[in-house]
Every structure is written in structure tokens, then in C-alpha cells.
């Protein structure tokens, strides 16, 4: 069984803006990435399925994703959008899976990262919206910056029955090489049972011209050390991850950062635990 790249995007410009790609670092990444872009890229590196990730808060994008997933034999799971703070998620939730390629659909994020408020994912409302999706079968990945994270052990303690996946191993300071508060943020979140890490977003929060898979070591062997193999799963982030690396870079830089594990928990990080918390 092929690889599973359990976090990678797509957009075309001609269809919505990406109002976050901004300023001359990102200029790179303002043009269209499609998925026959991506397929030849993945099918070379031993990629056959995928997970296909939200990038904008706009309720539109998520009907686009399921379609392109219907129409994909690469995408296998659809991690979508909504307001979880809304009166009417589980409504909403309901009308995403009607639509064409709606069994698709097998989590839901929100960009917790660009919130002011370092508390937002325990809000009443947000907690509420977070219930309805445990209820509806469905994964939150939370994308967060490290201070943010007791914010994420909060949630995950008040809703034992949602899986919380969290995405590029909460965004360490790999470009600083500051790991201690970070680690320790990690570890409390990892001893809570319903969470699971994306070995993904590294090499970009690393220096984007001279990353080292040296340097990206400490923080895989972190999450490896928290987490286990089996609460543990690649990510690409493409086409995010191009700023600093290819597709081939990232894969063969993941697969260096697993040398030291054994056969079957290597089968865990690359497929069987994506498979296992997206129902592939």
C-alpha cells in the first residue's frame, strides 16, 4: 500500500483569491496550484492518496474541494470549512454532505492561528460547534501557534469524543532553534488520548534557503517521543512547502527523519494512522 500525504492544498486564482498570500516571501505561491500539478509529483513518490485541506475562511471553498475530491482518484478525505460558531453547524454539516462528493468530507478546520484571542478554541460557541462535529463522525485539525496550544489540551480535555489532528507539529521555531517551550506544549497536548500529529509544515518554519534535515531532527524526535508512531501521520503542505522544498525534498527528508524507526511504525506514520483517524 502507497503512501498517504494527509495535508496538502490546491487553489486556482481565476476561481477565488488566497487573501493571505501577501507580500514578496510568498509571491511564489501566487499562481494556481492544481491537482494534475500535484498527482504526477505524489504518484513519484509513492503517494496514492491524499487528504485534501482548507486554506480560506470562506464557505464556498468547501463544496469546490468535495466536487474536485468526487472527480479525483488521488484525494481520499476532505478537510473542510465552517463557522463553528454558528447556531446551525450540524445544519450546515448536513447540507456539505449532500452535495456531490460529500461522503468525502472527513474533518473540518478553522485558521485558530490568526485569531488575537489565545483562547478562542474554548469559547462557549466554539466549544458547541466542536461538539456538533465529534457528533457528526468528523476530525478537527487545528492549526496553531505555539502559544496557543493549552488552549488546544483545554478543548481536547472538555471534548474526549472529538479527535483533535494537529496540523505542521503546531508550528514550532525551527528557524530559532527554540524548543523548550514548545516541547513542553507538545508533550501536555500528546497526553491527552483524542489528539494525533501531522509530521508536516517543517522545512517552512525552518530557514526556507538553508534548512537541514539536522535541524528539523529535534522537533520530529519531539513529536515521535510524544505522540508514538501511531498518533502520528506525513503531511506534505503542498504547494505551501515549495517556498522551501519540493514535493520529492519533503518526502525524502520525512523518510530520513524515520530512519530509526522500525518497519511497522513506519507503515504507521506514512499510512495507517491517516487511514485510521480519516476513515480512508
Not at 151 to 171: C, I, M, N, Q, Y
Request: aromatic share 6%.
Amino acid at each position: 500500500m502507497g503512501i498517504i500525504d494527509a495535508h496538502h492544498h490546491v487553489w486556482d486564482l481565476s476561481v477565488r483569491d488566497q487573501d493571505w498570500i501577501t507580500g514578496p516571501e510568498l509571491t511564489p505561491l501566487r499562481r494556481d496550484f492544481l491537482l494534475s500539478e500535484l498527482e504526477p509529483q505524489a504518484s513519484a513518490a509513492g503517494v496514492d492518496r491524499t487528504v485534501l485541506v482548507q486554506t480560506i475562511t470562506v464557505a464556498e471553498e468547501t463544496p469546490e474541494l468535495l466536487a474536485l475530491a468526487d472527480e479525483s482518484d488521488l484525494v481520499a478525505g476532505v478537510v473542510g470549512w465552517t463557522d463553528l460558531t454558528a447556531s446551525d453547524v450540524a445544519c450546515k454539516l448536513d447540507r456539505l454532505r449532500a452535495l456531490p462528493g460529500g461522503e468525502w468530507l472527513r474533518g473540518i478546520r478553522h485558521q485558530v492561528q490568526g485569531e488575537p484571542d489565545p483562547w478562542w478554541l474554548i469559547r462557549p460557541e466554539v466549544l458547541c460547534g466542536l461538539r456538533t462535529v465529534a457528533d457528526a463522525g468528523l476530525v478537527y485539525d487545528v492549526v496553531v501557534l505555539p502559544h496557543q496550544l493549552p488552549a488546544v489540551v483545554s478543548a481536547a480535555r472538555r471534548l474526549p469524543e472529538l479527535t483533535f489532528v494537529l496540523d505542521h507539529l503546531g508550528k514550532p521555531p525551527i528557524d530559532s532553534g527554540q524548543l523548550e517551550l514548545w516541547s513542553e506544549g507538545i508533550r501536555e497536548l500528546a497526553s491527552q488520548p483524542n489528539t494525533v500529529c501531522k509530521l508536516s509544515g517543517m522545512v517552512t518554519e525552518a530557514d526556507w534557503r538553508e534548512w537541514t534535515v539536522d535541524a528539523l531532527r529535534p522537533y520530529a524526535e519531539t513529536v515521535l517521543d510524544a505522540f508514538g508512531p501511531q498518533r502520528l501521520m506525513f503531511g506534505s503542505d503542498w504547494p505551501v512547502c515549495t517556498l522551501a522544498a519540493s514535493y520529492a525534498e519533503v518526502v525524502e527528508a520525512t523518510d530520513a527523519l524515520l530512519e530509526g524507526l522500525s518497519p511497522d511504525e513506519k507503515t504507521a506514520v506514512w499510512t495507517s494512522t491517516a487511514g485510521r483517524v480519516y476513515g480512508l
